[in-house]
C-alpha cells in the first residue's frame, strides 16, 4: 500500500468526522486486492465502445452484490448506480469503461485476451476505482454517515467521444449538483494528483473533404479540373488561413491524418479525400470553428472549378474544470495523501468527453498518477501503456475524501 503522509490539521469537520482517513485505511486493508483482481479481470477483456457487455455485467453484479441496484443505460452497454437517499445534495462519479481497438504488447499475466483490444488507456483502473469509492460509500450509507446521495456513473463509449451524451439523454445527470472523474496520467508520479483550474482538455472534432471533378489526362489538364492539385490546395493552405483568422491563443489546431486521390501517374482522378482533426484549447474557438472552415473551403477550392463536400462531425468540447471543484479535490488529496500530493498540470490537446457533464453541471477531471519507479517512458494509447497497481487506492482516497467534501458543503447551503 501506497505510504502516506496525512496532514491532521487540514483534516475539515464533516459527517465521517476526523475518522475518514482511518476508515479508508482499514476498507482498503480489506478491499484492494479484490480491486486490483477487478482492474486485471477487465484489462484481460476489453471491450470498445458500445460493446461493453461484458464489463457492464460485471459491474453490475458487484454492484447488487453490495446491495446497490444498478440502472442499465437504454443502448444496452454502461449503468449507473445511486448511494443514499433523495434529501442534501447529489454528487457524481464518473468511470468510463471502453477499451481500445489496439494490441496489447504487455507481457503481464494480464495481457489483454480479446485480439485488436485493449484498456491502453486507464479505463480498467478508472473503473476499478470509482466501483471501490462505491463500496466505501455504501457502507457509510448503511451507517448513516452519508448526508446526501452518490451516483456512480459507468459510461460507454468515451473513446469514440459518444459515451458522455448516451448517459445525458437516459438522464443519468438529471438531479445531480457536482459531478467528478479521474483520468490515468503516466507523466505524473503514482501518489500525487494533477489538478488545474479552467480548462483541462481541448476540442476534438472529425473533418473530411470529397473533392470531385470529371477526371482526365494529366497531359491535358486544362480540359478537365485539377483534382489533386485542388486537394494540395486545401491541405496546405487551409490551416495556414486557419491560423491568420483566429486567435492564437484558443490554439486551434487543424491537422489531417488522411488524404488519399488517384491510382495512375497519368492520370487525373475524378475524385479525392483528405481527412483530420480539429483541436482547441479554447471553447469559444470550438464554437466557431465550422462555420469558420466552410468559409475557408469554399474560399481555397473556387479557383480550381472542383465541387466540395464538408462533413464536419462534432466530437467534443474542451473540459473544463471548475474552480470549487478543483478545491475540494485538491483539499480532499492534501488531507489523505499529504501537501506534495497536488501537483499542477497542463491542458491537453487532447479530446475528453466528460466535457459534455461539465457544460451542464460544476466538476472537475483529475489527472492520477501512474508512473511507478520503473515504468516504461510511454504514454496513454500506446500498446505497452500499464500502470503502477497502486494508484488505484490512491484514486479511491481521494474520490471518496472529495465526495464527502462536496457532500457537506453542499448540505450546508
Known amino acids: 500500500m501506497l505510504s502516506r503522509v496525512v496532514e491532521e490539521e487540514s483534516t475539515p469537520e464533516g459527517p465521517a468526522g476526523r475518522d475518514l482517513v482511518g476508515q479508508l485505511d482499514a476498507f482498503l486493508q480489506k478491499m484492494e486486492p479484490e480491486l486490483i483482481a477487478f482492474r486485471r479481470d477487465l484489462h484481460m477483456h476489453p471491450e470498445v465502445a458500445f460493446n461493453e457487455q461484458r464489463t457492464t455485467e460485471r459491474i453490475a453484479e458487484r454492484l447488487a452484490g453490495a446491495g446497490l441496484s444498478p440502472h442499465l443505460l437504454t443502448r444496452g452497454t454502461g449503468l449507473w448506480a445511486d448511494i443514499g437517499g433523495e434529501g442534501g445534495p447529489t454528487v457524481a462519479l464518473r468511470a468510463d469503461i471502453d477499451a481500445l481497438p489496439m494490441e496489447d504488447e504487455k507481457t503481464v499475466p494480464y495481457r489483454s485476451r480479446n485480439r485488436g483490444v485493449c484498456h491502453a488507456c486507464g479505463h480498467d483502473a ?16 448503511r451507517q448513516g454517515a452519508l448526508p446526501g446521495r452518490v451516483r456512480l456513473i459507468f459510461q460507454p463509449a468515451e473513446e469514440v467521444a459518444g459515451g458522455a451524451l448516451e448517459v445525458m439523454k437516459d438522464g443519468g445527470i438529471s438531479g445531480v449538483d457536482r459531478i467528478f472523474a479521474l483520468h490515468c496520467d503516466p507523466r505524473i508520479d503514482v501518489g500525487q494528483l494533477g489538478l488545474r483550474v479552467g480548462p483541462i482538455t481541448g476540442s476534438c472534432d472529425h473533418i473530411k473533404i470529397k473533392v470531385t471533378g470529371p477526371g482526365g489526362h494529366t497531359a491535358r489538364p486544362h480540359l478537365t479540373v485539377d483534382v489533386v ?5 486545401l491541405v496546405t493552405e487551409l490551416p495556414a488561413a486557419l491560423s491568420r483568422r483566429v486567435d492564437p491563443r484558443s490554439s486551434l489546431s487543424l491537422v489531417w491524418g488522411q488524404i488519399t486521390a488517384g491510382s495512375a501517374f497519368n492520370t487525373i482522378p475524378d475524385e479525392g479525400f483528405v481527412q483530420g482533426s480539429v483541436r482547441s484549447l479554447d471553447e469559444a474557438a470550438w464554437h466557431q470553428a465550422p462555420d469558420l472552415i466552410k468559409a475557408l473551403v469554399e474560399s481555397v477550392a473556387a479557383p480550381y472549378g472542383v465541387e466540395v463536400d464538408l462533413d464536419y462531425r462534432r466530437g467534443t468540447p474542451p473540459t473544463v ?3 470549487s471543484s478543483i478545491e475540494m479535490l485538491s483539499n480532499a488529496t492534501t488531507r489523505v495523501l499529504g501537501s506534495t500530493a497536488v501537483v499542477p498540470t497542463p491542458q491537453s490537446l487532447g479530446g475528453e468527453d466528460f466535457s459534455w457533464y461539465v457544460e451542464s453541471i460544476p466538476g472537475a477531471l483529475a489527472r492520477l498518477g501512474t508512473r511507478g519507479p520503473d515504468a516504461p517512458a510511454v504514454d496513454i494509447h500506446h500498446p505497452l501503456f500499464d500502470i503502477d497497481e497502486r494508484a488505484i487506492g490512491v484514486g479511491v482516497r481521494t474520490l471518496a475524501t472529495t465526495t464527502f467534501t462536496s457532500l457537506w458543503e453542499g448540505a450546508q447551503l
Do not use: M, R
Request: glycine letters at 8%.
Open 126 to 141: 478508472h473503473t476499478a476505482i470509482v466501483l471501490g469509492v462505491g463500496l466505501f460509500l455504501a457502507e457509510q450509507a
Open 229 to 233: 492539385y485542388a486537394l494540395s490546395k
Open 321 to 323: 474544470n471548475e474552480a
